[in-house]
């Protein structure tokens, strides 16, 4: 004789929170790899746009500028600095419940530092402009490594949903503030 189920026992309400959390998650990730050349930069801010309007972050609105800047400054950075160890650049982008993660890896082993630039230098202002980006979003810039690896990666956190979300401003006004 068969055993007779009864109704399905019902989850309580710690349960069903945790139920309803997990069906909120979304979740996304891309890699990819530019080679270190003059082609890098645009090669990779493009594929993190074509990322970005994927997962429904148009080009053009604040998140997706702010995502592209930071992508354009961290590969021009590895271009630059560690050109000489690495032949590639990794860039994964993540969103992750509302959290959106750039990870630029290169294999060279010097750790990136802020610099002051002068107004007539042409370097030194990329970390700067990074770490205002992810402050204006609500979010933090690390830099991380691996034991046995010889490079590093940097990654920068934003929370899509950041301070500057509330505060959307015309596209002009974009750009005076990064020049």
């Known amino acids: 004789m068969a055993a007779e189920q009864g109704p399905p026992t019902r989850l309580g309400s710690a349960g069903e929170l945790l139920e309803e959390s997990v069906m909120s998650i ?3 990730v891309n890699h990819f790899v530019v080679p270190v050349g003059n082609a890098s930069v ?4 493009n594929l993190a746009r074509a990322t970005l309007a994927e997962w429904g972050f148009a080009s053009g609105t604040r998140l997706a500028d702010s995502i592209a800047v930071i992508v354009s400054e961290l ?3 590895s271009v630059v ?3 000489e160890a690495a032949s590639n650049v990794r860039v994964t982008l993540r969103l992750w419940d509302g959290r959106l993660t750039v990870e630029v890896y290169d294999d060279h082993p010097q750790r990136p530092r802020l610099c002051s630039a ?4 042409e370097h030194g202002r990329g ?3 990074i770490h ?3 402050t204006e979003w609500d979010g933090r810039v690390e830099l991380r490594t691996s034991p046995g690896r010889p490079g590093k990666a940097v990654v920068v ?3 899509s949903e950041g301070t500057s979300a509330k505060r959307e401003r015309p596209a002009e006004d974009r750009v005076a503030v990064l020049v």
């Open 127 to 129: 970390l700067h402009i």
């Open 118 to 121: 002068r107004a007539a230098d």
């Open 75 to 77: 590969v021009t950075n």
């Open 42 to 45: 645009p090669q990779a801010r």
């Open 26 to 28: 979304s979740r996304h």
């Open 81 to 83: 600095h560690a050109a």
């Open 132 to 134: 205002s980006l992810a």
């Open 157 to 159: 956190m934003l929370d």
